[in-house]
């Protein structure tokens, strides 16, 4: 008999978890060789939500123009995840018996793919969200969740100290303000001594869009414009013939509020693709820095240029490592223009992985 699937629903910063299981996925099936989630395909499968047409944040449409762009397995959720995983790799090879914490876990299926059959596992997030790990994901032996905000500290006491602490935290850091980090990672000071984390965090030019591609000369800014707007199209194309109404309602307010000098003569595609193809190259540019814009305003918060910063917060903690997102990832079957893109973003610390000792 077939199980029942299990109905999501989130709001928040916590919705973000949907759309990083469903890159996990999708990207492990088509690179399987670069990098494979079995867990996170398994529970894609589980789920009863419309994970192609979702509107947290329109993952369906940035992952077909990722396939249009012909861009690598390079979605910010898995790289990090291949990061994470090679980094724990090798820090329970000097420490078998170690305690990795997920913070923020969401569903994050890390431990899978990494158990040497004799860490402690922790998954940290909000009660809700825990409350679904359990639903999807009951605990195996050495994992246990914890339900609590990763600024409370009262969750370190949960956590056995004796054999080495490493902590990952995936996607979440740019949702907080730079004084509650400043808080959190004392706090790991003064509970784990000589305890190590690795994370993803943005700079500022990927919280402000667009910066990067200004920076590019002008042959390259114009040949990345033109292929992420006629794929941003595409992709949007193919996501408004299954989404439901009330997110076809939702893109249609955003372009209702761009500040372009025309708008679409009514709220069909036929008349939202006839008035795109009416803007200039400089008016479709800028609907798609206001469309980015907009969808992460008041979102995104915290932005880190240098790993170095953080130890002038507070002494105890070093850097270990700091390097950026697309490093080792293969490049050979790309386009010119997305090898510019990525070699672009790597030189100038779009985002990066960042691990430190506190």
Known sequence: MQQDKVKIKLSGVSASLLPCLWVRAQLSKEYSSLFYDE?????VEKIDFEFSTSDVPFQGIWFNISRKLNLPPCGPP??????????IRAYIAGHPHASVI??????????????????????????????????LLPEPDRVTYI??????????????????????????????????????????????????????????????FGAWIDMLPQEQR????????????????????????????KVNGMIAALKTPTKPKG?????????????SDTEKEGVMRDYIKSSSRGVMKWALEDANDITKWDD???????????????RDSLSAEMRQFMDHSDRNGRFNIVHLRV
């Not at 898995?78 to 090679?86: G, M, S």
């Open 222 to 249: 114009d040949a990345i414009r033109v292929a992420w707007m006629e794929a941003w199209v595409e992709a949007l194309k193919d996501w408004w013939e299954r989404a439901p109404q009330d997110q076809k309602d």
């Open 102 to 135: 997920s913070l923020a876990a969401g569903l994050d299926t890390t431990f899978y793919r990494v158990d040497n059959g004799t860490i402690r596992w922790y998954d940290l997030d909000l009660p809700a969200v825990i409350d679904i790990r359990r639903q």
């Open 147 to 208: 339900a609590k905000s990763l600024l409370d500290p009262s969750w370190c006491k949960d956590v056995n100290t004796e054999d080495g602490v490493f902590m990952i935290a995936g996607g979440v850091f740019q949702f907080f303000e730079q004084s509650e980090m400043k808080q959190f990672f004392s706090m790991l000071a003064d509970n784990f001594p000589d305890g190590e984390i690795v994370f993803d965090v943005l700079s500022k030019l990927d919280i402000d």
């Open 78 to 87: 898995v790289l990090r995840a291949k990061h994470f995983d090679d980094k």
């Open 316 to 330: 105890r903690i070093t850097v270990i490592d700091q390097f950026p997102l697309y490093r080792d990832i293969p």
């Open 39 to 43: 867990k996170a395909i398994e529970l």
């Open 267 to 279: 709220k069909e595609w036929s008349d939202i693709e006839a008035w795109w193809n009416k803007l």
